[in-house]
């Protein structure tokens, strides 16, 4: 069973702190990670993908990938009360191209 | 500038009484996906189409059938609505490859009385 771990929060964080979201996943050949995020009743978006080891950055984000550990991370940078919301941490599935395995997500929440 | 689209919005259907839910893109991808996601769970994948090619998950009810007519668009038929039915439906595309972006639709809230 492949599975895609998250803490499901809520992860709370003052306005201006660096949020920290982590998501593990158990198929080690896994190779395309992606980071959706989503508002409550709307439809994930893509916020980063990353597809070898180490960090890339996004303005505010960076995503962060060590296959040796099998975990991959979200930093946000001087978290904005908009930046309250689920992410989803996505992995593809080594066995269909196309299909992700959704982590159930972890909830952020930023407090003015 | 919308590039999956998905019609209704918001859908409320009586418990048994068929509905079909619709999604159109512009992206010209080859893979089309409908997922169902219920409050604080992640998106569950009911079956996607590589072009024409169906593929059903293992664990998707016989409830639930697809239609894939062109690239363009995909149709979501829930032959006798449950209760246990109502969620939030997703539509998704991406292009071919697993390095590809997924794109959402902006997903129809289906309810069931």
């Known amino acids: 069973q492949k599975e895609v771990e998250q803490n499901s929060g809520p992860l709370s964080v003052p306005e201006g702190a660096i949020a920290s979201l982590n998501c593990t996943y158990s198929?080690?050949?896994?190779?395309?990670f992606f980071w959706y995020r989503q508002y409550s009743g709307k439809s994930p978006e893509l916020i980063m993908s990353i597809y070898s080891n180490g960090d890339k950055e996004d303005g505010r984000f960076t995503a962060q990938l060590n296959k040796a550990s099998q975990y991959v991370s979200l930093l946000i940078r001087d978290s904005q009360p908009s930046d309250s919301a689920t992410y989803l941490c996505a992995v593809n599935d080594r066995d269909s191209s196309y299909k992700l395995i959704f982590g159930s997500g972890t909830r952020l929440l930023v407090r003015p | 500038d919308a590039m999956v689209i998905q019609n209704p919005r918001y859908q409320v259907t009586q418990f048994g009484k068929p509905v079909t839910l619709s999604c159109s893109q512009t992206l010209n991808h080859n893979v089309m996906y409908w997922y169902q996601q219920k409050s604080s769970q992640a998106p569950k994948l009911l079956f996607h189409?590589?072009?024409?090619?169906?593929?059903n998950e293992a664990d998707t009810p016989d409830n639930f059938q697809s239609r894939r007519p062109n690239t363009s668009f995909c149709f979501l038929d829930i032959r006798s609505p449950g209760l246990g039915d109502a969620a939030m439906y997703l539509c998704a595309t991406r292009r071919q490859y697993s390095t590809d972006t997924q794109y959402f639709g902006p997903g129809t809230r289906l309810t069931v009385l």
């Open positions: 198929d080690r050949v896994s190779q395309s």
């Open positions: 189409y590589y072009d024409k090619d169906f593929n």
